[in-house]
Each structure stands twice: as C-alpha cells, then as structure tokens.
C-alpha cells in the first residue's frame, strides 16, 4: 500500500544534540512538508519541497534543516539552534502542487520529538 | 496574507446529533481550495472533505457536509449523526492557488488552531 512512513515514533534527545526525522513516501508525490504541533495547537509549517533538489522555508524555518536528494525522502534535521524542540512533528505529501491546489496533503503517523 | 480561523476550542454534541465546527478564513486569492482533517488522539492527520473557491455546490462526503459561504468567507464543517468514534481534533485548512511570491506554484497549506469534538454517549 503506498502511503507517508516517519521513524522513528518517539524519539528522545538531550538538549545540545541535533536530530533528524526521517520521512518515506510511495506515492509518487512530488511535494513534501514538514509540520510542527504543539499541544492542544494547528499545524505550522516549517519546510515544504515542490521539487527534487528545492526546498523553501515555511513560517518557523529557524532551527530547522531539511534536504530532498530523492523524491521519495524529506529528512528534517532538528538543530540544537532550535530553541524549543519538544513537539510533535508530521510530514506530508501531495501530488505536484503547480495549479492543482485541490489536491490535499496525505499525512505520515507522525514523530514525537521529546528534548531534555 | 491568507489566514485560517477556528474560534471554538471544544465543542460537545451528543451521539446521533448533528453538530457543526466553524471556520472562517481570508485571502486575496480568487482561486483557493478548503480542506477539513481529523485527528484522533493517536495523532495521524485523516483528510475528511475538500471545498474549491469556485464550486457551486456545497462539498458532501458521507457523514461529512462543508456549508460553503463564499461571500461570508466561512467553510463549516458539519457531522451529521455523531458518532462517539467522531472524537477528535478537527482543522481546518486552506491553500490558495499562487504562492504568496506570485510564482505559478501553489501556495502552502495553512491551517486553524483546531476545534476539539467530544461526543456524549
């Protein structure tokens, strides 16, 4: 079955250390999204890649780094810049995004990132 | 800049009634879509209904109705026959059709805060 796999669940770090959330998808999707959710909060975007090898900053770029050397891989890298890393993290897909703004994300299960 | 509103943090709807989640949003855009997302407590976002900016007809999708005011800017969602599996996050999000750099890509999904649906058995 095509679909978003994020690994690894849970993921626990100390602060200091630098991360990276990895993101799967079968689908053939050409764009990619890395989300951040604070409880009980929406969804705010922190990378998004229309492309193979192009990405653009989302709202809350700073702390973050991502790459997209396949088209199937969107790896985020929580930096130790960032300042309040707790939270949980949602990658996502959607076919080719050019015109086509019907098209919705489909979602991965998501990673809980805890820093202590 | 678009913008994406949902004004009640939790709601309560009583099983087999209907209840209706609010959402208003802003944009500039002419050409835009509306998507409602559900998200249980194990947290996987499940894509529920979508609304474009120029479709006539208000969206259904099963249980599922969007009351589509385009001229009030408003897209509820609206759960017929609540069911207590219905208990969940509810978002509200909207993508405009150019991005907000004008180039002919999509813009970026934008969502709400979210309202929290419990159902009363």
């Known amino acids: 079955d095509g679909g978003i796999t994020q690994s690894p669940k849970y993921l626990f770090r100390k602060e200091g250390q630098n991360v990276t959330l990895s993101c799967e998808q079968n689908?053939?999707?050409?764009?990619m999204y890395w989300y951040r959710q604070d409880p009980g909060q929406g969804l705010r975007l922190i990378y998004y890649?229309?492309?193979?090898?192009?990405?653009q900053k989302g709202d809350i770029a700073e702390g973050y780094s991502v790459s997209r050397e396949k088209k199937e891989s969107f790896p985020l890298t929580v930096t130790s810049a960032q300042k309040n890393p707790t939270a949980f993290y949602l990658c996502?897909?959607?076919?080719?995004?050019?015109?086509?703004?019907?098209?919705?994300?489909?979602f991965g299960n998501g990673t809980r990132l805890t820093v202590t | 800049a678009q913008k994406i509103t949902q004004t009640q943090p939790g709601m309560f709807v009583q099983e087999k009634e209907a209840v209706t989640l609010d959402c208003t949003y802003d944009?500039?855009?002419?050409?835009?879509?509306l998507f409602w997302y559900k998200q249980p407590s194990s947290g996987e976002m499940i894509f529920l209904i979508y609304?474009?900016?120029?479709?006539?007809q208000n969206a259904t999708e099963g249980r599922y109705s969007l009351n589509f005011q385009k001229a009030r800017k408003s897209a509820n969602l609206v759960i017929s026959a609540s069911q207590l599996g219905d208990s969940a996050m509810y978002f509200c999000?909207?993508?405009?059709?150019?991005?907000?750099?004008?180039?002919?890509?999509?813009?970026?999904?934008?969502f709400g805060q979210g309202t929290t649906l419990q159902v009363k058995p």
């Open positions: 609304q474009g900016s120029y479709d006539q």
């Open positions: 999000a909207m993508r405009e059709a150019r991005s907000s750099h004008g180039s002919s890509n999509t813009g970026k999904l934008i």
């Open positions: 890649s229309q492309i193979v090898n192009d990405f």
């Open positions: 689908l053939n999707h050409d764009a």
């Open positions: 996502a897909s959607s076919i080719t995004p050019q015109g086509r703004y019907n098209s919705p994300l489909h």
């Open positions: 944009t500039s855009d002419p050409s835009y879509g």
